[in-house]
């Protein structure tokens, strides 16, 4: 009798698996909880924390990011749509005739935090960019994990 009631309860959890997935559900394990993702595949945490870094690095104090009202610099370009407006820099003759060596969108906004004078944006939010106005140490001071999450949140910005 044991062994048969054995039978039947696994014979119970096989039909409730292929129950779970003919419908189209997955098992995920009740202490498992999902990391929300943005649409740029960071983890939000990570992207949190790469703007806490902006305002620590103090990227806010020359750059402007609209809707984020501690970035307010008039010194540096716009970042409000970097990842975006980085694609296309990249395929301009300015830029492919600079030093700069991106080939993308994420590539030339790493190179223009850590050789920031790869590349002079041509427009500033007052007057044209100029060389030699961002740190130019960061390849030094900025940790590994901190440059991975500014670019997170730099990235996020589209």
Do not use: W
Request: aromatic share 6%.
């Amino acid at each position: 009798m044991g062994q048969h009631r054995l039978h039947i309860g696994m014979g119970l959890i096989v039909s409730a698996a292929l129950l779970l997935v003919a419908c189209g559900g997955t098992f995920t394990s009740p202490t498992a909880t999902p990391i929300p993702l943005d649409p740029t595949g960071a983890p939000i945490s990570v992207i949190a924390r790469g703007k806490t870094v902006f305002v620590k690095k103090v990227c806010n104090s020359c750059h402007i990011v609209k809707g984020f009202d501690e970035a307010i610099g008039l010194v540096g370009p716009d970042l409000t749509t970097i990842y975006r407006s980085a694609a296309s820099t990249i395929q301009t003759s300015v830029y492919k005739a600079s030093k700069g060596r991106a080939t993308t969108a994420i590539d030339y906004i790493r190179e223009s935090i850590l050789d920031p004078n790869a590349f002079i944006y041509p427009s500033c939010p007052t007057a044209a960019c100029q060389p030699n106005l961002m740190i130019e140490d960061f390849k030094e001071t900025i940790s590994p994990d901190d440059l991975e999450a500014l670019m997170a949140y730099l990235v996020s910005l589209r």
